[in-house]
């Protein structure tokens, strides 16, 4: 059982536009919920994070936006750079231990 | 501050051989997991530990892999022998106690041939 589905696989934007990627938990006992940006050949780094009791974080041009009740969570990226490609990873946490979504591959054309 | 240290960055295994990885969290993180990453997937937990002690290890096929964490610092990650199935990225991360976060090292490519 998938237990946080992201979607979508992959994602172009153009420079300047919005990305948003979505993801979707089961277990409502999860307790934060982080982003994480990861490129090729390098490991996963944290990007921004929420916790449940909060329903929007913003940190600069990234923000998580937390539907409790839907159990869904997003990641929207503001006036997206081509050095924001990457893959992203959605993920949630349960006493100390992260599930992974499966990574959306975001292209930012210049 | 270092972040966390794996070592080595690839290693290239004949099946049926034995492979170890190492791993050195970020000074002050009690809590260490080792995470299997798979060509366009997730990362997914092997096993954590908090201290020495690993308190969910579900995830790990004990018939091949073991870990250790001796005085609750490095960690080592060991498969043996090996099988092809096995060609991943070897991920090892750390966190504070009672924190969400956890930080990642570079991780081990492992391609068994």
Request: proline letters at 6%; charged letters at 20%.
């Amino acid at each position: 059982q998938q237990q946080v589905k992201q979607s979508p696989q992959s994602l172009i934007v153009q420079k300047g536009g919005i990305s948003i990627i979505n993801c979707a938990y089961e277990n409502t006992a999860f307790d934060y919920f982080p982003w994480y940006q990861q490129f090729p050949g390098k490991g996963p780094a944290l990007l921004i994070a929420i916790r449940p009791d909060v329903s929007e974080k913003k940190e600069g041009r990234f923000t998580i936006s937390f539907n409790k009740s839907a159990k869904q969570f997003s990641l929207h990226i503001m006036d997206s750079q081509p050095g924001d490609s990457a893959t992203y990873f959605c993920a949630a946490s349960l006493y100390s231990t992260l599930t992974f979504g499966k990574g959306t591959m975001l292209l930012v054309s210049p | 501050e270092a972040g966390v240290v794996q070592s080595p960055r690839y290693k290239i295994i004949e099946k049926k051989q034995p492979v170890a990885f190492w791993c050195n969290p970020i000074s002050g993180h009690n809590t260490l997991y080792w995470y299997l990453q798979n060509l366009g997937q997730g990362p997914e937990l092997l096993i954590r530990y908090e201290n020495e002690e690993a308190v969910d290890d579900s995830q790990l096929p004990k018939d091949r892999f073991s870990a250790e964490r001796l005085k609750g610092v490095d960690s080592t990650l060991k498969i043996q022998p090996a099988e092809l199935g096995d060609s991943a990225v070897y991920l090892c991360a750390s966190s504070s106690p009672g924190q969400g976060e956890a930080f990642f090292g570079q991780g081990t490519r492992l391609t068994v041939v």
